[in-house]
């Protein structure tokens, strides 16, 4: 056991060393990292592998002026080791009584861990927003993509003609294929009450699980109801880092009359109806009959796409074309990338969908595809940690045991060390997020740490050309952000902390 300690850190400002507050020392191993006097990293336990990884990454610019080994082992059995890393740009040069800093690309941050005063202000806008007291915001009516407008108002013109969604009667939750007026589908809409766990799911199977099994109700590490969000969130963290797996998906509002309403709202649109049909030069023109739109997501409809599994045990007894596999890899690395970072629990080989055309197989590009649907159980505020691992389970699959290729390396790993991207993406998700009626902004805050910890694994994992098996074998953490107060709000730091606990069961 490590007793209380003072720690010193460098301040570029001053070029002085500073006394620390003493930090009492409950587990065995510590790591501090400083980008400058106001913003501090620290780390509950820290492996060699990863310490090495951070010191590699920070370049130059990183001066290790302490190392303890620990000769205790953790969950991966590797050895632990204490170390403290001070962090100053270089060259520093003072202009007019004020310090330029000039980094280099070498010294750039993996995300938004420990945000460098050249990059990124200490007040970040994802702080900023966080700390705001708004009102509770109304979902807009239109999202902020024409294109996608038009289709939502070509759905509501069908609905209106009486072209009615569909109910798809696979899965647990109330989704719908709708569709256009040339009777074309072209999206999947999943309202949020019909949701799984939602009070007015029309499908009796988790009625039944929430009835006779409780104590497995639910998934203990997400937020319950809110896969609508999680459907979107996962489309914008596959736009900002370019995938281009999932189909477009934003949250809108739609009404119609094969969607599950109660017997109230049923009763009043009747009810509207019937006035306003009956008086239709008074009651008629001040009220709007029809049911209320649900809120749910809206996933473009992709087309020629079939279950992985049904692909994949085709491409077992038919091998794929040398050129077209290779694509076919990096396309499913990218699916990878995307489940991991989103940390998806329900990714199965029934959820993720292929299209291969044959013909197309001189140009790789244009014969074979992979799209990423069913994102609605993703983003949990923690690690799954009681009964079940909800393991991914493409890494079960052949391609999970090849390394990354230089593509997927070339693709995104530059995009996880922009400090700019990464903070964009969590202030997008956060707008997004802000419009459920149960946004809590500390479980928001629960999740980007479950996020950022999962960007630097697979940062990492990029970096030392491991594979998606390998991947998803590393040591859990978070980044969880802290704030420390005071004037301005500066002081605030990031605390890495590692899985201690793990679930029952590992495979399921």
Request: aromatic share 12%.
């Amino acid at each position: 056991m490590v007793n209380r300690r003072d720690y010193q850190t460098f301040s570029p400002d001053s070029e002085t060393f500073v006394q620390q507050q003493p930090y009492n020392q409950r587990r065995s191993s510590f790591a501090l990292f400083t980008c400058d006097p106001h913003t501090t990293y620290e780390a509950d336990t820290t492996t060699e592998e990863q310490a090495n990884f951070f010191f590699e990454v920070y370049g130059n610019s990183a001066k290790r002026y302490s190392s303890l080994a620990s000769s205790r082992g953790n969950s991966t059995k590797s050895k632990e080791i204490e170390t403290t890393y001070v962090i100053s740009p270089e060259p520093v040069k003072k202009v007019g009584g004020e310090i330029d800093r000039e980094i280099d690309e070498d010294s750039a941050v993996v995300s938004d861990i420990a945000p460098s005063p050249a990059t990124t202000p200490i007040n970040t806008n994802e702080q900023q927003r966080l700390l705001t007291d708004e009102g509770e915001a109304n979902l807009p009516l239109r999202t902020d993509d024409p294109e996608f407008n038009d289709l939502i108002t070509e759905a509501e013109h069908a609905i209106d003609e009486g072209i009615l969604p569909e109910r798809i009667y696979q899965g647990s939750s109330g989704s719908y294929f709708v569709r256009n007026r040339d009777n074309k589908t072209i999206g999947v809409f999943k309202p949020k009450n019909e949701e799984p766990y939602g009070h007015l799911n029309p499908k009796w199977t988790k009625w039944m699980h929430k009835m006779c099994c409780p104590c497995c109700f639910g998934r203990s590490c997400l937020i319950p109801n809110q896969g609508y969000m999680s459907e979107a969130g996962a489309s914008v963290v596959d736009r900002k880092f370019g995938l281009n797996v999932v189909p477009k998906t934003k949250v809108v509002a739609l009404a119609s009359e094969t969607f599950n309403y109660t017997a109230i709202d049923k009763a009043k649109a009747k009810s509207v109806k019937f006035a306003t049909e009956r008086f239709p030069d008074t009651l008629g023109k001040n009220m709007k009959a029809g049911l209320p739109p649900k809120i749910g997501s809206f996933q473009v409809f992709v087309n020629g796409f079939k279950d992985a599994d049904c692909w994949i045990r085709r491409f077992q007894e038919e091998p794929l074309p040398e050129k077209v596999q290779k694509h076919f890899q990096h396309m499913f690395e990218r699916l990878v990338c995307l489940d991991y970072i989103i940390r998806n629990t329900d990714r199965g080989n029934d959820n993720w969908l292929i299209k291969y055309d044959k013909e197309k197989a001189d140009t790789p590009e244009d014969c074979i595809f992979i799209a990423a649907i069913d994102n609605g159980l993703a983003f949990p505020f923690k690690h799954p940690d009681e009964w079940r691992a909800y393991p991914y389970y493409w890494a079960w699959l052949p391609y999970a045991s090849a390394p990354f290729s230089e593509e997927t390396k070339d693709l995104i790993l530059h995009k996880l060390k922009d400090l700019d991207l990464v903070q964009d993406m969590v202030d997008e998700m956060f707008a997004v997020f802000r419009h459920d009626k149960g946004f809590d902004k500390n479980l928001f805050e629960r999740q980007a740490s479950v996020m950022r910890g999962q960007i630097l694994n697979l940062c990492q994992a990029l970096e030392d050309k491991k594979s998606p098996l390998q991947l998803v074998q590393m040591p859990l953490l978070r980044i969880e952000r802290r704030h420390d107060g005071g004037p301005s709000n500066r002081g605030s730091s990031f605390i890495q902390r590692f899985q201690d606990k793990y679930p029952f069961f590992s495979t399921c």
